[in-house]
């Protein structure tokens, strides 16, 4: 079976530091990834997707995520973060069968002057 | 419609009561999901819909839960005597194709709230 954990459910960063959001997963077949961010009162927004092409997997507002089947990740990251960023991200990943989406507990992001 | 909708957006309902809540998907996406957020938890799947058949409704809690869709589009979940522990964000999601590159496109949600 599929599954996916988030290490840190919170993190907090200073504007212009790297952001990195961890993100490991489990799956017995080639696993198709995803990150997710959700802003306050908002829904799920795709940031970004890995389908088992490139590993390095470059998505919007300047977020990046690279596959590593050797440690089983799937981190997210962000060289500069500004406080736009400031939101929820979801990993997920999609299930072998039915092609539904598990996701992880979900990691706060937030950002300080 | 240009993005999923769904409809109420908050909804506040005395314990006993049932509910429904609806999602309108993107026009012919094929795959709809519903899932479950609960406060400072995680995404719970709990059904998925292709056209309008149910191959998977695994993460229905409980039989007071039961959802359907209609004409390959609207779905409506229906929650029965709700308990506060029900009390979640409701949130729907379509895609156009469940193979291949699988993008799901998520509504706003329906906050729900058991008094």
């Known amino acids: 079976a599929q599954s996916v954990t988030q290490l840190g459910s919170h993190v907090s960063v200073s504007e212009g530091a790297l952001v990195l959001l961890r993100c490991n997963y489990s799956?017995?077949?080639?696993?198709?990834l995803f990150w997710y961010v959700q802003y306050p009162n908002q829904g799920l927004q795709l940031l970004l997707k890995?389908?088992?092409?490139?590993?390095l997997v470059k998505g919007i507002n300047g977020f990046e995520a690279e596959f590593k089947k050797s440690e089983t990740s799937f981190h997210l990251t962000k060289p500069s973060a500004h406080m736009s960023d400031a939101a929820e991200y979801f990993c997920?990943?999609?299930?072998?069968?039915?092609?539904?989406?598990?996701f992880g507990a979900g990691t706060r992001l937030a950002v300080h002057p | 419609g240009a993005g999923v909708s769904q409809s109420p957006s908050n909804k506040v309902t005395e314990k006993g009561k049932d509910v429904e809540l609806r999602c309108d998907p993107i026009?012919?996406?094929?795959?709809l999901y519903w899932y479950r957020q609960s406060l400072g938890q995680g995404l719970e799947f709990l059904i998925y819909?292709?056209?309008?058949?149910?191959?998977?409704k695994s993460g229905l809690p409980s039989d007071r839960f039961s959802a359907e869709r209609t004409g390959g589009s609207v779905s409506t979940l229906t929650i029965q005597r709700t308990q506060q522990e029900d009390s979640a964000v409701y949130l729907c999601?379509?895609?156009?194709?469940?193979?291949?590159?699988?993008?799901?496109?998520f509504g706003q949600g329906t906050r729900l709230t058991v008094v």
């Open positions: 890995y389908t088992s092409a490139a590993t």
């Open positions: 999601a379509s895609s156009l194709d469940p193979l291949g590159g699988f993008e799901a496109f």
């Open positions: 997920a990943v999609r299930s072998g069968g039915y092609n539904k989406l598990i």
């Open positions: 799956s017995s077949v080639p696993p198709y």
């Open positions: 819909f292709q056209g309008n058949s149910a191959p998977d």
């Open positions: 026009s012919g996406h094929t795959a």
